[in-house]
Structures are given as C-alpha cells and as structure tokens.
C-alpha cells in the first residue's frame, strides 16, 4: 500500500541517517572545519552568544529558579553544549544551568562524552548525555525545558513536524525554540559559487580525508532539500510558537540561517 511505502521509505531513510553519522562520527570535527573553511564554529559561537544561555544572578530576581534547563537536540559531539555552558559560566557567572545532549546516534555521542573530557563538565552534574530520537522525548517531562536547540540536526529528521511538536511540548512557556541549521543562499551569483563547491568540493574531500565519498554526498544533497527560511519559518508557527520579527537571521548570505520561536 501507499502508507506500507512510505513506512518502508521512512525506515530506511532513518537507518542510513544512522549510518552516515556512525561513519562520520570520529572525523567529524575535522570534516566541519575543512567544508566550511573553519565558518562553522564562528556560527555556532554566534547562535550561543546571540541566546545568551544562563541566569545571571546580578540581574535576575531572588525568586526565579537558579539557571537553566536546556535541550540540546541531535547535539552530536557537543559543539554547542559546551560553548552554551562556558557562556552561561563565564558571561552570566551562571553555575547552575545544565544541558541535556540527545542524540539518536550512539556513535555520536561517543565523541562526545570522550571531548568532555577535555572539558571542566565532564564529570558535573550540568552536562549529561541521553541516547534520544528528536521525534519522541518520551523520558523528558512536558513544560520542562528553559531552551531548545538543534544545529545542524533537523535536516535530518524524518518528521521535522513530529519533532518540533516535540519540542513545543517539552519547552516551558517563554521557552525558547532556536535553529541553527543550512539554508538558502540569498544572492544567485553566491548561490552559484557555493552549489559547485558544496556538490564537487565536498564529496571530495569527504573521498580523500574521510574515505566516505557517499556520506558526504547525502550531506550536501540533504541541504539541499531541506525547505527555505519562510517555508522552515512558517512550519515553527504552524506547531503554535510566536516567531519574532521576520522568525530567522541569516548568516554568511543564507549558506545558514537561525530561527527562533518562543512558547506563549
Ligand atoms: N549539533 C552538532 C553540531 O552542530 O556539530 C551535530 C550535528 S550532526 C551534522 C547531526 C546530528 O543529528 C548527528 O549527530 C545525528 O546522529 C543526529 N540525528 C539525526 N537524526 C536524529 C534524530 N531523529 N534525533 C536525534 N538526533 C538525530
């Protein structure tokens, strides 16, 4: 049947997910740097300081809830988490809030419970790693969670709408839903500069430093059919969160983009 199609599809779609991440997952950190000519991790700095996590105790009243409880989603090797929890640390001498990792890929977490190590978290009680689909936070209480993020994850996704009902229902209200993912490059002379890099360059290196040319091929053409800044835009109200000003910033001309949404 149409429907028996479709869950075979899905199954299957998932299941290679799991092992492009499993076959990336040690080379992972030198891949970004080399695909992205090092951008990577100067959008990531700015998505974490632009949501400015933590509680500062100088500004905050004696009556709200030390820190924050924040969701990082398909958080893989802990890029964010760890810059969320020096900001928090550090910016707003923050000692309490804490970050969940999820990550559906076993692997992935692997790598990162391993660079933890080289952090101050590794063994506090503010960073912890759950094994988790994005679609189905079963174990993570409804109304719970301070701020939700997900970079360079929810392309991923088989239902990106089932997930980011997800994430609505575990968010607090007030909580904050934040994207950092690929998107659409804004200027067409840009865009095609960027698409003969991303569809010859990538698989290529993917070939000669991972020896996965097939991995990184699914990477490129999973940018490029993940939907543009309105359509993502648009799917975030749809689940019920108030989107402020245009609902996204892109950075480096659209190659990425942020989107926010707040739980009334
Ligand atoms: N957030 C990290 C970063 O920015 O470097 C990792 C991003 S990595 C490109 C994508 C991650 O999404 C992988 O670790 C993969 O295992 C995870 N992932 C894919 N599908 C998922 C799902 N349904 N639920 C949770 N994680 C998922």
Do not use: C
């Not at 959008?43 to 933590?54: I, Q, T």
């Not at 969701?71 to 810059?83: E, K, N, P, V």
């Not at 002379?189 to 699914?218: C, E, H, M, N, T």
């Amino acid at each position: 049947t149409h429907f028996g199609f479709e869950t075979v599809a899905e199954a299957l779609k998932e299941q290679k997910v799991r092992g492009v991440f499993s076959s990336v997952a040690s080379s992972y950190d030198t891949m970004n740097d080399l695909m992205s000519l090092g951008i990577h991790r100067l959008w990531k700095d700015h998505f974490v300081r632009n949501l400015n996590p933590g509680r500062n105790p100088l500004t905050s009243g004696p009556s709200e809830q030390k820190g924050w409880n924040i969701l990082d989603i398909a958080g893989g090797t802990g890029d964010i988490a760890f810059r969320m929890l020096d900001h928090a640390s550090t910016i707003n001498h923050d000692a309490h809030t804490k970050v969940t990792v999820a990550d559906i890929n076993p692997e992935m977490l692997a790598e990162g419970r391993k660079r933890a190590l080289e952090t101050p978290y590794a063994r506090s009680s503010r960073l912890n790693f759950i094994e988790a689909n994005a679609e189905k936070l079963d174990m993570i209480p409804d109304s719970s969670i301070d701020l939700y993020t997900v970079a360079f994850g929810i392309r991923n996704f088989t239902h990106k709408e089932a997930a980011i009902r997800e994430a609505y229902r575990v968010l607090k209200p007030g909580g904050v839903f934040a994207v950092l993912e690929f998107s659409k490059v804004n200027n067409g002379l840009f865009d095609a500069v960027y698409k003969r890099w991303s569809f010859s360059a990538i698989p290529l290196i993917g070939q000669l430093v991972a020896g996965d040319r097939d991995s990184y091929q699914y990477l490129v053409e999973s940018i490029e059919r993940f939907p543009s800044q309105t359509e993502f835009r648009d799917m975030i109200k749809d689940a019920g969160f108030l989107v402020p000003g245009q609902g996204w910033e892109d950075l480096t001309g659209g190659i990425a983009a942020i989107h926010k949404g707040v739980k009334p």
